[in-house]
């Protein structure tokens, strides 16, 4: 599913968990569940630390995460995030403080954002269904309107002008975009790239990615291009879902269309993500949000959390086991799940976390 595999020859690997947020460790708790029966069954071991970065510590503590203790993650394999979002906490300080810091500093600057419309699973959109909605978003994580870069001018009067910089550096692009050429080729489907862009009005950072999109397409002939403007984008994910295969674009749009994506394979509850850095260590996490208000009431959908566990064996080298939970998950949304919004399920979260855990592990049998 990834680019990079570092399966260890002791199978063997350090894992740190951030629970994070509101509904963000209840969740994550279900993926550990579930991890933990992929353990049993396909032999390899997870050392787990937990880490207490999130709102509820700055709130004691007024830290959100030092440098040091995200230099301390790069030892780890990979890392499992619930969620960042306190409703107590003003928004933007532990976006920016905590997951936009691990992203940056540990450079990773793919995030690869899989749609795809699971068996069983309602998708508002009329007369597709799983063989439509199939497709992976690889989106720049590191650069884009995301680097903060900007000022007030005149802040307050009514002269006032607000910048904000987009950022969007050769190499920058280039990496991103060869990972997404050699994601296409790997993933084998229809093997079509679409650079999702704007490049009619935004002339100079996506004529860029324009020209960088066509120059690296010289060295991958087996993979079909194309392009769309983002808006055209928004309406052919809505119209014409299976024309996609994978689409790359830069972090801002890359952000916007993924929540659009995350709404036609089935919602929050759902959707996952992988923050990569090819070459370091990677995160993985549901892309829905603390969800604040179903904290602790045993209501939320675990399954995107569940899938971003899955997302991680699969980038450390634990494909088996990574196919395993997402057959496991699939079995579920089939022939269990009413519905896979918070608290109409028809199960609760620790339920929905023993339902996949007992097909991960066998008590179950899952169709192959
Ligand atoms: C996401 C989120 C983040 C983003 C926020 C929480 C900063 O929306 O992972 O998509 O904008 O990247
Ligand atoms: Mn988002």
Known sequence: MTAQTVKKADRNYKIAVIGG??????????????????????????????????????LKTGKVISDEEVQELRKYDAILLGAVGHPDVKPGILEKGLLLK????????????????????????????PEDIDFVVVRENNEGLYVGEGEF?????????????????????????????????????RKKLTLCAKTNVLTYAHDLWWRVFNEVAKEYPDVTTDYAHVDATCMWMVKNPEWFDVIVTDNMFGDIITDLGAMI??????????????????????????APKYTGKNVINPLAAICAGAMMLEQIGET?????????????????????????????????????????????????
């Open 265 to 290: 394979q089935g919602g929050m509850g759902i959707a996952a993500g992988g923050n990569l850095n090819p070459e370091g260590v990677s995160m993985f996490e549901p892309i829905g949000g603390s």
């Open 153 to 189: 001018i005149d802040k307050g009067t009514k002269d006032e002008i607000a910048l904000q910089v987009s950022r969007n550096t050769r190499a920058g692009v280039e990496r991103c975009i060869r990972y997404a050429f050699e994601y296409t080729r790997k993933r084998n489907k």
């Open 320 to 368: 088996q086991a990574a196919a395993a939970i997402e057959k496991a998950v699939m079995d579920v949304t089939q022939n269990k799940l009413k519905s896979l919004a918070a608290g109409k399920m028809g199960y609760g979260t620790t339920e929905v976390g023993d339902l996949v855990v007992e097909r991960v592990s066998g008590a179950v049998a899952v169709a192959r």
């Open 102 to 129: 691990i992203r940056f500093d540990l450079k990773q600057y793919i995030n690869l954002r899989p749609v795809k419309l699971y068996p069983g699973v309602w998708t508002p959109l009329r007369d597709k269904g």
């Open 21 to 58: 947020d509101g509904t963000g460790p209840e969740v994550v708790k279900e993926a550990l569940k579930v991890l933990a029966a992929a353990q049993k069954a396909y032999g390899f071991k997870l050392e787990l630390t937990e880490k207490d970065f999130g709102g509820e510590r700055y």
